[in-house]
């Protein structure tokens, strides 16, 4: 049985990078490309009529819709269509609205040819293509996401006092932090006492509570 061939449009203003683009698609046997697009409106009424596998679709093109708003206006009309954004921009605010709008992969133009080819392979087969600097930026903001944030109520606090909240964020008991610190009971108590105090808070949850976002 013969495999299917992955039919791929481009959507790109640039006369030179849509030519390019679309030969780089032609000249793998795996791929046909079915489709050129300038702009996103002649790109939302021809996409739904063609049968797209995997759609790469610029970012910045002419009149009043963006390669975002294509891909989220696609999004729904097209549901078996992968879109990849290809764009020479990297900045986190056009990222994360691509995969918000519905892009399943997001590389560079200046990601080598056969990367390229690649990503588009990648994206039909359930994948998620990214170049290198942008998973690195994706994955630094989830890894930041999830860290607990700290907010300016952490400054009223002495280093020692902050390294106390951080054992009690963390469930240790008074003995242990005692234990931890090479301190008396008496003393990490005392500490606490001016923890609650300073942050006018009552209570350990109430205190890790207002310094630590999200715990």
């Known amino acids: 049985m013969e495999k299917s061939v992955i039919r ?6 640039q006369q030179q990078t849509r030519e390019m683009l679309s030969m780089l698609v032609d000249g793998d046997a795996e ?7 300038h702009d996103s409106e002649t790109a939302i009424k021809g996409i739904p009529g063609l049968c797209v596998d995997v759609a790469l679709v610029d970012i910045h ?3 009043g819709v963006s390669g975002i708003g294509c891909v989220g206006m696609l999004r729904e009309s097209c549901p078996d269509t992968e879109f990849v954004m290809c764009t020479s921009l990297e900045d986190s605010d056009s990222i994360f609205s691509a995969l918000q ?3 399943t992969g997001y590389i560079t133009k200046s990601t080598a040819p056969e990367k390229i080819i690649e990503a588009i392979k990648d994206a039909h087969m359930g ?16 890894a930041e996401r999830d860290k607990p944030q700290r ?4 400054e009223k606090l002495s ?8 054992y009690l964020s963390k469930g240790f ?18 500490h606490i006492h001016n923890i609650y105090e300073k942050l006018q808070v009552n209570s350990r949850t109430d205190a890790i509570n207002k310094v630590f976002a999200g715990k």
Do not use: H
């Open 151 to 154: 907010n300016a109520e952490l």
């Open 31 to 37: 791929l046909t490309c079915v489709g050129v697009y």
């Open 173 to 190: 008991r008074y003995k242990e932090i005692a234990g931890a610190l090479y301190v008396s009971v008496e003393t990490v108590r005392k």
């Open 159 to 166: 280093a020692r006092e902050q390294e106390i909240l951080e």
């Open 61 to 63: 093109l002419p009149g």
């Open 8 to 13: 791929v449009v481009v959507v790109e203003d």
């Open 127 to 142: 994948g998620a293509p990214m170049s290198s600097q942008i998973a690195r930026k994706v994955a630094r903001y989830f």
């Open 101 to 103: 709008a519905g892009a």
